[in-house]
């Protein structure tokens, strides 16, 4: 890692890469409590929210169009000022619908870096090297999580979500700022394709990144949710879990990449999708508070070998067409992930468990599909 960590364009992501672990962190930490004790906000409402959250995703087929005026770099860095402007307002709007404006311009930034991050990646660094950066990027990742757990569990005994959220925001802000005046690409790249590009050569990456989006979106939109409503977890106790998983991570993610290298990405994601499975079905039916918390870091853990859906169409995929593509799947993920949040709202209302066992399913939907990866 010594030559990466050197590299001008790995130094750019990895502290644009925290500015927006940042964000979301800060956001997600603050979101359920924030909703349920000042906005008064059910299951129902949190799943609008949350399918608002996802509208952005779907249009980042749009990044496409965008990089005809900007350069990519550039556009990655103005992703990140827009972030921090939205967590920086969530605090001045505690209502429903202020709420839904904060978290669409909040989503719009970190959507729109995350799209231009994984596209930059994959173009700057081969295929033995790129899931080792993945990796790497996640694990400053989970410390910056941890950073910002313990950040919000100190403060939240002195600041209002109010000044918590302008803080964050402002913080996030200034490191758009220094981005966007950042220079961090070289010569010779191969020149992306500026158009939307489908290719059925790419339908498995397709149908994977679909589902991972679509399963990916019940978790974020109710497992934290479960642990307020029915669990009561307070903001503190829902702080440290965050910490602990964290720090769980931060140590695991390279072990993650380096096992994608060794393994293949057939091997890596059907233990993620398989042990998924299980993880939805004790959401459903586990009574314990203990047990859900470790449920909710094995679900985290997990979910980080989706890095290798990414990597597996490095593999597969043209080299100008990483950017369009990276475009294209983040549409793809998000086209479920729009709908399926309010779904599962409307479902909550009949029986919490129902958003669950929906994601077991669609787990073992993606179980099936990973078996058609072929080594290369």
């Given at each position: 890692?010594?030559?990466?960590?050197?590299?001008?364009?790995?130094?750019?992501?990895?502290?644009?890469?925290?500015?927006?672990?940042?964000?979301?962190?800060?956001?997600?930490?603050?979101?359920?409590?924030?909703?349920?004790?000042i906005?008064?906000?059910?299951?129902?409402?949190?799943?609008?929210?949350?399918?608002?959250?996802?509208?952005?995703?779907?249009?980042?087929?749009?990044?496409?169009?965008?990089?005809l005026?900007?350069?990519?770099?550039?556009?990655?860095?103005?992703?990140?000022?827009?972030?921090?402007?939205?967590?920086?307002?969530?605090g001045?709007?505690?209502?429903?619908?202020?709420?839904?404006?904060?978290?669409?311009?909040?989503?719009?930034?970190?959507?729109?870096?995350?799209?231009?991050?994984?596209?930059?990646?994959?173009?700057?660094?081969?295929?033995?090297?790129?899931?080792?950066?993945?990796?790497?990027?996640?694990?400053?990742?989970?410390?910056?999580n941890?950073?910002?757990?313990?950040?919000?569990?100190?403060?939240?005994?002195?600041?209002?979500?109010?000044?918590?959220?302008?803080?964050?925001?402002?913080?996030?802000?200034?490191?758009?700022?220094?981005?966007?005046?950042?220079?961090?690409?070289?010569?010779?790249?191969?020149?992306?394709?500026?158009?939307?590009?489908?290719?059925?050569?790419?339908?498995?990456?397709?149908?994977l990144?679909?589902?991972?989006?679509a399963?990916?979106?019940?978790?974020?939109?109710?497992?934290?949710?479960?642990?307020?409503?029915?669990?009561?977890?307070?903001?503190?106790?829902?702080?440290?879990?965050?910490?602990?998983?964290?720090?769980?991570?931060?140590f695991l993610?390279?072990?993650?990449?380096?096992?994608?290298?060794?393994?293949?990405?057939?091997?890596?994601?059907?233990?993620?999708?398989?042990?998924?499975?299980?993880?939805?079905?004790?959401?459903?039916?586990?009574?314990?508070?203990?047990?859900?918390?470790?449920?909710?870091?094995?679900d985290?853990?997990?979910?980080?070998?989706?890095?290798?859906?990414?990597?597996?169409?490095?593999?597969?995929?043209?080299?100008?067409?990483?950017?369009?593509?990276?475009?294209?799947?983040?549409?793809?993920?998000?086209?479920?992930?729009?709908?399926?949040?309010?779904?599962?709202?409307?479902?909550?209302?009949?029986?919490?468990?129902?958003?669950?066992?929906?994601?077991?399913?669609?787990?073992?939907i993606?179980?099936?599909?990973?078996?058609?990866?072929?080594?290369?």
């Amino acid at each position: 890692m010594r030559n990466i960590a050197k590299d001008p364009m790995f130094r750019f992501l990895a502290i644009l890469s925290i500015a927006a672990t940042v964000g979301l962190q800060a956001w997600r930490t603050l979101f359920n409590n924030f909703a349920v004790e000042i906005v008064h906000l059910d299951g129902n409402h949190i799943g609008i929210i949350q399918s608002v959250r996802e509208i952005p995703g779907f249009l980042a087929l749009l990044v496409i169009y965008i990089i005809l005026i900007i350069k990519e770099h550039r556009l990655s860095a103005l992703s990140i000022a827009i972030l921090g402007i939205g967590v920086g307002l969530t605090g001045y709007f505690p209502s429903y619908i202020g709420l839904i404006l904060t978290t669409m311009i909040m989503s719009f930034g970190f959507h729109y870096f995350e799209t231009n991050n994984q596209s930059l990646t994959l173009q700057y660094f081969d295929k033995n090297a790129s899931p080792l950066v993945i990796g790497k990027l996640r694990s400053y990742g989970a410390a910056t999580n941890i950073a910002v757990g313990i950040f919000i569990f100190l403060v939240s005994y002195i600041l209002s979500y109010k000044s918590t959220y302008v803080f964050v925001g402002i913080l996030i802000l200034l490191a758009g700022i220094w981005g966007f005046y950042q220079n961090p690409t070289r010569a010779g790249m191969p020149v992306q394709h500026k158009k939307m590009i489908l290719r059925s050569k790419y339908w498995l990456y397709y149908a994977l990144t679909f589902m991972s989006g679509a399963r990916r979106q019940i978790f974020v939109a109710f497992a934290v949710f479960l642990l307020v409503k029915k669990f009561a977890f307070s903001i503190q106790e829902i702080t440290l879990l965050f910490v602990l998983n964290n720090a769980v991570n931060y140590f695991l993610n390279p072990l993650i990449g380096k096992g994608i290298v060794k393994f293949g990405e057939r091997k890596m994601l059907s233990v993620e999708y398989f042990s998924l499975i299980l993880v939805f079905i004790g959401y459903a039916f586990v009574e314990s508070k203990m047990i859900i918390a470790v449920l909710y870091i094995l679900d985290h853990i997990f979910f980080n070998f989706s890095m290798g859906i990414k990597t597996y169409f490095q593999k597969i995929g043209d080299e100008k067409d990483i950017a369009p593509s990276m475009a294209v799947g983040f549409t793809i993920n998000h086209i479920a992930a729009v709908v399926i949040p309010a779904i599962g709202g409307l479902m909550w209302i009949v029986d919490y468990r129902i958003p669950f066992i929906a994601g077991a399913v669609m787990s073992g939907i993606s179980l099936t599909l990973v078996q058609f990866i072929r080594n290369r």
